[in-house]
Each structure stands twice: as structure tokens, then as C-alpha cells.
């Protein structure tokens, strides 16, 4: 993965771009900023965030609610309308990519990988951009193809992870639904989700000329072994001192503890949410819970997501009370793996609501919940190298299949849909023996559906419709 470095990047500067300026050190010394600039930025920052951004994202947040509580149900409906709080983590991730608008010159800024310690970086009081969501975002938008495109119009390959294709697209032209992303100062990648994040970051580290942090972990083909959680956790401990020298100050203990506190806690929070739906009907879809996952990605470790997760729990409490399920006519409960197909969430949910079906769970939601218990804010970096030695993707698919036939018993579960994702390898690897085995062993009616996450030209809609459809023919025929 390499492309010729471009003389400037349209991404936000972290400081004066005066023309001709030297880019910042590979040790993150950079230049300091004059006083004109440093109070123009902290100015922005205060008008376009905090008096006008924040008031106006509040107010939009209160009209949503409004919206959704006054929604008359038609006969023709075959989903609940939205959970309520839908209008609160709306505001909670457009408040966060705002804030990233403005972050640049007022707060030190890190990218970092889906699955990397970064609660360490938090409590240094990083602004964190998780690129993988933004990408996620722009695959919602549908806006991958467009900005894609550009990656691949500077030599990316179309056979990398769209993820990566529209990230570097972003760096490269600008383009993103969410105004801008600012600059970062500091690049944290760990390998505990594949190999390409190593490529794709090395990349930015030398699109940007900033300082990269780099976790390896070695891969579990079963109990992780003593050596192999030290291993991680002094790499861990290597992210303190660099993460000094770009902050300019050293590690807030207690902060770091209570960071990790407030990650443990909405984690457990997430986990009792996806199981809700453990009840018949369930509460939710899965597709919800993929719309959901925003803040236990991108909000980790800060207090409003414990809350946000607290408030869910209660709504989804409710209806589970009186007996309200996400889809109305429940009578088919189906597991999805893999990511789930951004530019299709709505489509999907209503095509399988149709015929009765709600896809009640996802192995790839339950990897943000099913590690709650490793984290101890008592041991912060024995608990962090535990952490994030276990994602889904960094055990074997022997384990993989074991949480699904866990799943498939405590869920319920009548039949299985495998995203085989043409981005994902690492995810996509074995779906074929998996369906075979679920299918064999629990006589499940099992759906291999390729397609990607984001790049909508790896799906044909009439093609996969009927596939899905005849899926769920399969279903019915069981009885
Ligand atoms: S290949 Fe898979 S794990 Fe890696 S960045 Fe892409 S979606 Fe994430």
C-alpha cells in the first residue's frame, strides 16, 4: 500500500500553514503556533462550538423526541417507530464530529483503529477520531464511491478495505459528509483486527509526518498465555511516553482510572442492551443496535456514554414490559455476523420486517460488549492488555463459532445470515465451513450474502434481494 505523498493535504491543520511551511517532526515537535492563531482557533471553537454548535444540536435533539413521540402508527407499518433515544445519540455523534471540526490548534488530536487502547489516550485529553467510523458514516451517506474513488485515483487498490479506501480518500481530497476532520497530531494502530490498519496507518504517518503508535498482538488460537498479555501490555506502557512528549504533559492517573471506569461501565451497559433482545419480540433489531454502537466506538470512556446506555436500557425495559417488539409481527429470529452493509440498514430491516423476521443479534455489536468484564480500572494496563488481546477478530474461528452456537441457543435463533464481506477478510474467513456446520449440526437455514461494508459496488440489489427472500422461503418451509 503506497501512493505518491501529495505537496498538501485539504485535512484541517494543526497549526499556521503558512505557505512553504515545514510539516511537523516525525517526534510530533511541531513549530509552536503564533498568539494570533492559537486565539482564532479557541475563538471558533468557542462560537461555532460551544455557543452556537452545542445549543443548536440541543435544540435539534429536543425536536426529534417531539417527532417521534407524536408519530401516529399506520396499518401498513411492519417495524415499531424508532426508540426515542435515537434522537439523543444522534446529537451525541454530530456534537463529537462537530467538535472535531474545531478540535484542531485546541486540543491535541489522535486517529486511532476501532480496537485500540485508546482510553489511555483520553485520559490524556485527546481528541480521538476513529476513521473506521467516519468511514461507516460515509457509508450510510453513501458516499463511499465518490470519496473512494479518490484513493484509488492516487494507486490504492479497489481489493483494499473500503474502510482504509475512504479514509485515505478523505486525507487526500477533503471530502467527507462531516464538514472536516482535523489534523491529527499522534496515530495509534493496533493489529487485533487485521493487517491492513499496519498498512493504511503507515500511510497516514507518512501522509502527515506525525508520530505512530504501533500495538501488535499475537494472534489467540486459544487461552491467551501469560507472555502474550505482557507482550502487549509493554507495548501499551510504550504508548505513555510518546503520548507525553506530543500532549506536553505526563499521565493523569486517576483520570486514566476513572476513564476506564466509565468504559467498563458502559460496555457492561451495551451488552445488557444487545441482550434485551433475548425476549420474544425483541425490543430492537440488530440494525438498531448497528446505529446504536456510535458512542461505545467513538465515545468510549466518557461518562455521557454510561448515560446514554443507562437511558436505552430503560426505554428498551419498557416495551420489553408491555410486550412491544422492534418488528410487529415477530415470528422469525435470525442471527447476522459479520458488519452489517451500511448503505442498506433501512432496506434490510424492512425487506426481512415484511416476512415476519427480525434480526435479533450480530456477532459484530456483541465485540464491543462481551469484554466488559476483562476491564478492572483497579489494573489498568493488565486489564487493557487483556482487553485488547481478545476482539472477536483476534481469536480463532473455532471461537467465532462457538459464540455463534451460543447465540443460536440463548436468542433463539431460527436461522443465520453471514455477511461475507469482500472488505472484511479476516472477518469473511471460514463463513463457508461456519454455515456448513451451523446448517449440519443445528439444522439451521444458514445465508452466505456477499457484499461489502461500505462500497456499494459489491452488491447487486435485485440479486441479493431474492437471495434474502429465498432465505427466509427456507425458514417458512421449516414451520
Ligand atoms: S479489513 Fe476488516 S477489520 Fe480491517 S479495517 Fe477493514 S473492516 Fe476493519
Not at 479506501?165 to 499522534?186: E, I
Not at 422469525?332 to 433501512?346: M, Q, S, T
Not at 431460527?414 to 463457508?432: A, E, F, N, T, W
Not at 444458514?446 to 440489489?461: C, G, Q, V
Amino acid at each position: 500500500m503506497s501512493t505518491t505523498r501529495p505537496a498538501s493535504l485539504p485535512i484541517a491543520p494543526a497549526q499556521p500553514a503558512a505557505a512553504g511551511a515545514a510539516r511537523p517532526s516525525r517526534e510530533g515537535a511541531a513549530s509552536k503556533p503564533s498568539t494570533a492563531f492559537r486565539e482564532s482557533t479557541y475563538l471558533k471553537h468557542l462560537f461555532g462550538y460551544e455557543i452556537l454548535g452545542k445549543p443548536a444540536l440541543r435544540l435539534q435533539r429536543w425536536r426529534d423526541e417531539q417527532a417521534i413521540r407524536a408519530y401516529e402508527p399506520k396499518p401498513t407499518d411492519v417495524l415499531s417507530p424508532p426508540l426515542v433515544c435515537v434522537a439523543q445519540m444522534k446529537e451525541l455523534m454530530t456534537r463529537h464530529y462537530l467538535e472535531g471540526r474545531y478540535a484542531s490548534g485546541v486540543k491535541k488530536v489522535a486517529w486511532v483503529t476501532s480496537g485500540a487502547p485508546a482510553e489511555i489516550l483520553k485520559a490524556f485529553g485527546f481528541f480521538l477520531v476513529y476513521p473506521e467510523n467516519h468511514a461507516a458514516l460515509c457509508g450510510v451517506r453513501r458516499k463511499t464511491e465518490e470519496i473512494a474513488t479518490e484513493a484509488e485515483n492516487a494507486g490504492f487498490s479497489r481489493d483494499l478495505c473500503s474502510y482504509a479506501r475512504t479514509d485515505l480518500g478523505t486525507v487526500l481530497s477533503g471530502k467527507t459528509p462531516v464538514g472536516r476532520l482535523p489534523r491529527p497530531d499522534l496515530l495509534l494502530c493496533c493489529t487485533n483486527i487485521c493487517q491492513t490498519v499496519l498498512y493504511w496507518y503507515r500511510n497516514l504517518a507518512d501522509l502527515f509526518g506525525v508520530p505512530l503508535v504501533l500495538i501488535d498482538t499475537p494472534f489467540l488460537y486459544g487461552e491467551a498465555q501469560p507472555h502474550q498479555i505482557e507482550y502487549v501490555k509493554r507495548q501499551i506502557e510504550g504508548i505513555i511516553p510518546v503520548a507525553e512528549k506530543v500532549a506536553g504533559k505526563a499521565l493523569d492517573e486517576e483520570r486514566f482510572e476513572s476513564v476506564l471506569q466509565h468504559a467498563r461501565d458502559a460496555a457492561d451497559l451495551w451488552l445488557e442492551v444487545l441482550n434485551r433482545s433475548q425476549n420474544r419480540p425483541a425490543p430492537m433489531t440488530a440494525f438498531d443496535g448497528f446505529i446504536h454502537m456510535g458512542p461505545i466506538v467513538d465515545l468510549r470512556g466518557d461518562a455521557v456514554t454510561v448515560e446514554y446506555y443507562r437511558r436505552m436500557l430503560k426505554e428498551l425495559d419498557a416495551r420489553v414490559a408491555q410486550g412491544v417488539g422492534a418488528v410487529k409481527d415477530e415470528r422469525y429470529r435470525v442471527l447476522w455476523d459479520n458488519l452489517p452493509i451500511w448503505y442498506r440498514i433501512g432496506g434490510f430491516s424492512k425487506l426481512l420486517a415484511q416476512h415476519g423476521v427480525n434480526v435479533v443479534v450480530s456477532t459484530y455489536t456483541y465485540a464491543w460488549g462481551e469484554l466488559a468484564p476483562l476491564i478492572d480500572p483497579a489494573k489498568p494496563l493488565d486489564s487493557m492488555a487483556k482487553v485488547y488481546l481478545h476482539p472477536i477478530l483476534n481469536r480463532s474461528p473455532a471461537d467465532k463459532l462457538r459464540v455463534m452456537r451460543r447465540m443460536v441457543k440463548e436468542f433463539g435463533l431460527d436461522g443465520v445470515i453471514l455477511h461475507s464481506d469482500r472488505s472484511c477478510k479476516p472477518y469473511s474467513l471460514g463463513q463457508i465451513d461456519e454455515r456448513e456446520l451451523l446448517a449440519r449440526e443445528l439444522g439451521l437455514p444458514a445465508l452466505l450474502l456477499e457484499a461489502d461494508h461500505s462500497d456499494p459496488r459489491a452488491w447487486a440489489d435485485e440479486q441479493g434481494n431474492a437471495r434474502l427472500e429465498a432465505f427466509v422461503e427456507m425458514m417458512e418451509g421449516r414451520g
